[in-house]
Structure formats: structure tokens, C-alpha cells
């Protein structure tokens, strides 16, 4: 894969998308505890480019309607803040919420060991069993939340349930690490107080037969970008007659998640809505060490392609190149430039064309070079990216879901944990929600 070249970079996701995206624990022994009836046939992770006035029950039944779906349910996961009796500050925690009423929601839904479901605006939740044994909760116990409404209100809420979550659980607004460790349940009403957020990050369809759900699948993904206010970054398959239908833990992981060879990389998520220049011009003014930002796009329309978009101007990218000459003798150049593993497997090269498949489009790009990577991956300019998402607003101005940090020095991994700990209590202090991940050499 491409390094990024010194001074090493702080990588932080803004505005919609995240990028880095949380595949929760495999379910044990291969699947088996699966219920076929309850899988989805398709998965889209979905983000929004601009804040809108969400109806997403609108957006559902839309899809319900397309020939040959039976079934369509809408999942969001964002990121809160409690703070359980044992910890002295407080933490983030994922919060996970249907479209519908729970009890009623059919599509992997978590199952109920003990208690009953929350009712909305009782302040009440429900927890996932990790979580209950991690910090010794019981049905009855109370936790105390900061809600991310512009007041940051500080509540108890009470536990009215366990449950334990058997299907592998994703989204793009989350730390993987974060819902890898469990999940607080609540009513899409209440998730929406504690997370500050309506938006859905998935939506689940059953069709008439799987056959159906290959064949109809482009259609589906080309109705959510042109006819709702949403994106789809990542889409999957799942045939539930297979005896392992769900991928592997990390597979979803791996599919927007820009690896590279240089340490420090945090990577940050924030909500719709959050101008990425104005956030720019917070963080580089607020935070010592940080001296230039860039921005960028990242978009993975399915298991097989992640598509990474960034500033040809800017040494952000440093490729690694076996054939042609990228944007070195001319940043504004079009074409894009693939890994040497999607080269080989297209039987592409410099010179040759590729189809990119985004947000329910597709054109043809000239391949300008091929670099030493492995992984199925396309780089192209940002911008061109963003736009064929759909991540523009009203006056056609495109929009970055990355912004690319670059540090002052040569900063150690603890350095940059302190460097991400003021950018926190900046971000808080205006109201911002978000994670970041602090990526490990490899």
C-alpha cells in the first residue's frame, strides 16, 4: 500500500463518513446459532453529505416498493458518552437503534436473555451482555449519560434488559474497537437524544428469493443515491441458505480502512453537518502541532473495490509506483491509480481503462499508474470521488468525508495520543461527537 511520506500525518474523518468502519464479534461456532429467516440478503452502510431534515420511514418505504422485495428494516449505530460507577471520566459507548419499534424488528435484530424491551422517553436502555459482565450491570442498575443535544444534559438512565447480539454488527460511524466491545440498546427516539443523530447507518432488505437479491441489487443501491438523502458506501450479499452467510469478523473492517506504513495515523469521525473547513480552521488554530490539513474521500461500494480519494497537489500519498507516472509531473491529470493486486486481477495496464463504480454510477477512467499495494484499490483525485457519491452540496460544491492532519516533527504514537486528547476536549467544547483511532504501525 502507499506510505505516507514524513512529516508523519494525523488522519482524521469528518464531516459525513466514516471511514474506518466496526465489524462486531463473529458469531461462535461458524454461524450455526444463526436463524436463516432473520438474515438480511442485502446490507448498505449508508452516510448523508449534508444535514437534512431526515423521513426515514420515507426513505424505507421506497425501497419496500422495488419489485421483489419482501422485507426492508433501518438500523443506526453512532457513538455516545456515559459514564459507568467504576470509571472516573466518561466514555464512549456505541448506541444502537432500529427504524421501528424493536420488539418488532424481524432483520438481526439482538435477542432478549432477560428483562424487557426500553420504552422511549423513560430513560431507559438496554445492554448487551459484554457490557453488563465488563462493568457487573443488572436489569434495575441505573448509568449515567451525557446526551450530545446542544445542552449536553448529564442523566441517569435505567437498565430495563440484556440481550445478546448474535449476528456480526457494522456500522460507519463507529469505532470498531468500541463495538467490538458491545452496544447500549435503545428506542430510535432515545438514540437519537443520546447520539445527536437521526440518521440511519444501515438498512437491511429481504427479497423473494436470493436469485432476486443478486439480480436487483444494483437497483437498489442506484435508488438510495438517487431518489433519498443517502450515500451507500458499502454493500454486501448474504445468501441465508450458505452455512456461513455473513462475513468474517474484520472483512467489513478492511474494506474502507486506508492502511499505511507510517505511524502515527488517527483517523476521526464527526457528525452530518460539520463544515470540514471550519473544522479545519478549529483544530490547526486550538491544537498545538498540527501544521497543514488536506481533504479527502474514501468510499468502498462493496467487498471487492475501496476507492481512496486525496489531493494530487499534496505529498499526502506517497506512491510506491511499478508502471507509469501517476500525478508526479502534473497533480492535475486525469486518471487513477490502482494497486498492482487489482491490476493483475482486472488484467489492466497503464494506458488501459477501468470502470468506477460509485454511488450508483459508472465511468470510465484512464489508468495513470499502477503502484506496489496489495488489496483491491482504486486512488483518484478527491474530488472527482465526492462528486460521483453524491457528497456535494446544493451549489455543486463537493464535500470531504477525510481530512488528512499533518504534524509538526516526528511524533511518537503517545505523542499523538495527547495531540488526540486536546482535539477531543476541543471538539466537545463545540458541541462535535466523533472518535478517533489512534492506528498502529504495521
Partial sequence: MPSLSRPSRLVLMCCIVVLLIGLGPAPAAGQRDLDPDEIAMLHVYLATPYRLELDNQAVLETLQALPGVTKVEGQTIFPAW???????????????????????????????????????????????????????????????????????????????????????????????????????YATADDARYLT????????????????????????????????????????????????????????????????????????????????????????????????????????????????IGFDPATNTLDFELVEGEAWFSDPERAGVVTSQELASTQNKRVGDTITIRVGGSEVEYEIIGIHSGTGQTVYMPWIDLAMLAGFIEENDTPLPNRLFFTLDGDPDAAAVDAIIADMDAVLAENYIRGFFVNLAEE
Avoid at 432477560?114 to 462493568?135: C, P, T, V
Avoid at 442506484?222 to 450479499?237: D, F, G, K, R
Fill in 82 to 184: 456515559w459514564q459507568p460507577a467504576s470509571a472516573e471520566d466518561f466514555e464512549r459507548v456505541a448506541v444502537t437503534a432500529y427504524a421501528g419499534v424493536m420488539s418488532d424488528t424481524q432483520l438481526e435484530r439482538p435477542r432478549l436473555l432477560a428483562g424487557r424491551f426500553s420504552q422511549a422517553g423513560m430513560n431507559e436502555i438496554m445492554l448487551d451482555q459484554r457490557l453488563a459482565d465488563r462493568y457487573d450491570f443488572e436489569i434495575g442498575d441505573t448509568v449515567v449519560f451525557r446526551s450530545l443535544t446542544t445542552d449536553l444534559a448529564v442523566e441517569e438512565w435505567i437498565i430495563t434488559a440484556i440481550v445478546e447480539q448474535p449476528y456480526p454488527t457494522f456500522s460507519p460511524a463507529i469505532n470498531p474497537t468500541l463495538l467490538g466491545a458491545g452496544s447500549v
Fill in 196 to 307: 445527536g443523530s437521526d440518521e440511519l447507518t444501515a438498512i437491511f432488505a429481504r427479497y423473494e428469493s436470493f436469485g432476486v437479491a443478486e439480480a436487483r441489487q444494483a437497483d437498489f443501491l442506484a435508488t438510495i443515491a438517487t431518489e433519498t438523502p443517502y450515500v451507500p458506501l458499502l454493500s454486501y450479499l448474504a445468501d441465508p441458505d450458505e452455512p456461513n452467510p455473513l462475513p468474517a469478523r474484520g472483512a467489513l473492517d478492511d474494506a474502507l480502512d486506508l492502511r499505511t506504513e507510517v505511524v502515527p495515523q488517527v483517523m476521526f469521525v464527526a457528525p452530518t453537518g460539520v463544515d470540514a473547513d471550519a473544522m479545519r480552521f478549529l483544530l490547526q488554530n486550538e491544537v498545538d502541532g498540527i501544521v497543514a490539513a488536506s481533504p479527502g474521500f474514501v468510499y468502498g461500494a462493496g467487498l471487492d473495490v475501496q476507492y
